[in-house]
Each structure stands twice: as structure tokens, then as C-alpha cells.
């Protein structure tokens, strides 16, 4: 699923190198996709781009996997901030796919998925790039913690971080050791792809995660 058709029409000629038997089919949108999907399948794999009209990514991702369990999704997007594609694997896809690979690096990560691999780019930095631009594909809902790789306890620490509270604060208020929290800290930035608390609180707001109720307290 591909909106833009120069994009759509490379790939299609680029996914005929699979294999010499492979049959191609392509769609612009979610729609005429799960229509395809459900009148002409089964298919061996599905390529996915999060910035779809008319429906979030993300959303899609999950009606796939519910509707389609066994049908391999891979997503190929131009958001490829650690955050995105921790998000995508736990959603269910069996690989993600940057778009600034090459046509034959593409080729060979769908290869290993085919093979029942589950594939993600290596060497992902793990600060983020930009504290005013960091990357997030637009999304109609706030993200789980646990869809970004935060634990609940990382996620209470998150939240009153996002509060305004400090290290001491956040401490006193959870139980535990100024040192813990710093632990946590340091475990939250790695899951979101930061490196200070600055661009946790950015990530936060820009992916919207969806913080439930206030932090309680919780064992260690």
C-alpha cells in the first residue's frame, strides 16, 4: 500500500525481482487494499506505508494483524526514528523497512521476512537527531507505553517528567532511589531514541503517549 504512484509504480517493478513467479498487485489506500485482501487472497506478504489517507498507520497495522493474523506485514516508511519502528514490531509487522534503503537492500530484508525472519534496520542511533524536528508519522491516536518499549514503571517515571518534576521529585513521589530513577531515565530515553530530557518531553508530546491515570505506587 502506496498513496503516491511514481512510488507505487517503483516498487511494483522493483518487487517483480523477488522472484521469477511473483504476482504484484498494489493499492493507494487502506480501503482497496482489505477489499483486495479479502477477495483475492491469501497473499504471501503485504508492504505497508504508514502515511496513508483516510487512516492512521498504526491503526492499520492493528486491523491486519487482527483480520489477517497470518499474512506477513512489512512496513516501508520515511519515519524511521527508533520510537516508530519499536512501535511498528510490537504492532504485529514482521519487518520495517526504511525508504532510504536501496532497491537491493529492500529486496534482500523482504527475502529474510519471506523466510519467516523478522527484520529491522541495524545501527539505529539512540539519541535523537534533531531536538526541534524529531521525525513521527502523524497519528489519530496516542501511543501505548508499552507500543514504544516502555515498562510501567518507565512510563510512571515519563509522566511526571512531563509533569515538570525533577529526578528528587519524581523519587519521593514513586519511592525509590534518586539513583533508580536515573536508571529509569536512562532506559526511557533509549526506548524513545534521545539523549536528554529535553527531547523525552518533545517525543512524548509528539507522539501523544497515551498516559492513563497518574503515577502510583508500584514495587521496584
Do not use: W
Not at 21 to 43: H, I, K
Not at 106 to 122: E, N, Q, T, Y
Not at 154 to 162: D, E, P, S, Y
Not at 187 to 195: D, E, P, Q, T
Amino acid at each position: 500500500m502506496e498513496d503516491h504512484a511514481l512510488v507505487r509504480e517503483g516498487l511494483v517493478r522493483l518487487l517483480a525481482q523477488l522472484r521469477e513467479d511473483v504476482v504484484v498487485r498494489d493499492c493507494a489506500d487502506f480501503m482497496a487494499a482489505q477489499a483486495l485482501l479479502e477477495e483475492d487472497g491469501p497473499f504471501d506478504l503485504l508492504l505497508l506505508d504508514l502515511a496513508l489517507p483516510g487512516i492512521d498507520g498504526f491503526a492499520a497495522l492493528e486491523i491486519l494483524s487482527q483480520r489477517f493474523p497470518t499474512l506477513p506485514v512489512v512496513v516501508l516508511s520515511a519515519f524511521d526514528d527508533l520510537p516508530t519502528i519499536t512501535r511498528v514490531m510490537n504492532l504485529g509487522a514482521s519487518g520495517f523497512i526504511p525508504k532510504t534503503y536501496s532497491g537491493e537492500a529492500v529486496l534482500a530484508a523482504l527475502r529474510k521476512v519471506r523466510h519467516g525472519i523478522l527484520f529491522r534496520p541495524d545501527g539505529l542511533a539512540t539519541s535523537a537527531r534533531l531536538d526541534d524536528a524529531l521525525p513521527v508519522v502523524p497519528s489519530a491516536a496516542g501511543a501505548q507505553p508499552a507500543e514504544l518499549g516502555l515498562t510501567e514503571r518507565q512510563t510512571q517515571v515519563l509522566a511526571l517528567m512531563v509533569r515538570g518534576l525533577s529526578n528528587r521529585e519524581i523519587a519521593s513521589r514513586l519511592g525509590l532511589s534518586e539513583g533508580t530513577v536515573k536508571i529509569h531515565a536512562t532506559a526511557i530515553f533509549k526506548a524513545l531514541g534521545v539523549a536528554s530530557r529535553t527531547q523525552a518531553l518533545v517525543a512524548a508530546a509528539r507522539y501523544g503517549i497515551a498516559f492513563e491515570q497518574p503515577a502510583g505506587e508500584l514495587p521496584n
